[in-house]
């Protein structure tokens, strides 16, 4: 999974919902690590801020 950084807020609700823990919101930043594309943070994503 993809971020568009231009779009994210930062809210962390993607985070809250990724059944593997894959990523990593900060006051900063967004970290998606490992994942199997399963779709659940982009549909959660309030801005669609993210992508495959
Ligand atoms: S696609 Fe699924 S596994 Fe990957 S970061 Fe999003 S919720 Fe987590
Ligand atoms: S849900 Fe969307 S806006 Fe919120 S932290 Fe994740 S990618 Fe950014």
Given at each position: ?52
């Amino acid at each position: 999974m993809n971020v568009n950084k231009e779009l994210c807020m930062l809210c962390q609700t993607c985070a809250a919902v990724c059944p593997t823990q894959n990523i990593e919101v900060t006051e900063a930043d967004i970290i998606i690590s490992e994942c199997n594309d399963c779709g659940i943070c982009a549909r959660a994503c309030p801005l669609g801020a993210l992508y495959e």
